[in-house]
């Protein structure tokens, strides 16, 4: 778990921290299927920000995910370019001006990255915007074999058993 502590920044009003740290990403259960992080390990850019009445946190780091097209079932890959934003009051009188990310003087950056992530993820993960997906009707994969099926085709198996009546 990655955590920021807070206890050795001395920052009076305008001052900025800056730190680069490593998060760790856990993989992400979506739509039924699995998204794993590649690499895992992202570096990512803290910035700690002393404003009159509180701190300001943003976050910085790109995720890419690796998993099963929504449509195809091949595989996609997601890139996520994640800017994230908190904020702590420092005399928090609502939960609206605190971060849940911030336990005493600890900023649970793991939390707060895997949090980013999930709200960033799309509706569909696919693996190509104009991705054809699986034919409905033989279970093909359209990018790989465009095709259609002819509505009146007659199936196969009636067209043996009308090439068995033709022979009598
Ligand atoms: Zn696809
Ligand atoms: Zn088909």
């Known amino acids: 778990m990655t955590s920021f502590n807070l206890r050795r920044v001395k920052l009076r009003p305008g001052e900025q921290l800056h730190d680069e740290l490593e ?6 259960e979506f739509g039924g299927q699995r998204y794993v992080p590649v690499p895992e390990q992202v570096p990512a850019e803290l910035e700690v920000t002393r404003a009159t009445t509180g701190t300001v946190f943003s976050l910085r780091f790109r995720a ?3 998993g099963p097209c929504y449509r195809c ?6 890139e996520l370019p ?8 420092s005399v928090p009188e609502d939960e609206q001006m605190t971060t ?7 900023l649970d950056v793991s939390a ?4 980013a992530v999930a709200l960033a993820l799309p509706d569909k993960i696919l693996c ?3 991705c054809a997906g699986l034919c ?8 790989d074999r465009p095709h259609t099926h002819d509505e009146t085709e007659p199936d196969p198996r009636w067209a043996a058993l009308e090439a068995l009546r033709d022979d009598r």
């Open 23 to 28: 998060v760790e990403l856990p993989a992400f």
């Open 64 to 66: 890419r995910l690796h």
């Open 73 to 78: 079932l091949g595989d996609a890959v997601l």
């Open 82 to 89: 994640i800017e994230a934003r908190e904020y702590q009051d």
């Open 100 to 106: 849940p990310y911030l336990v005493g003087d600890e």
């Open 112 to 115: 707060w990255a895997r949090d």
């Open 128 to 130: 190509r915007p104009e």
């Open 136 to 143: 409905p009707v033989c279970g093909e994969n359209l990018n």
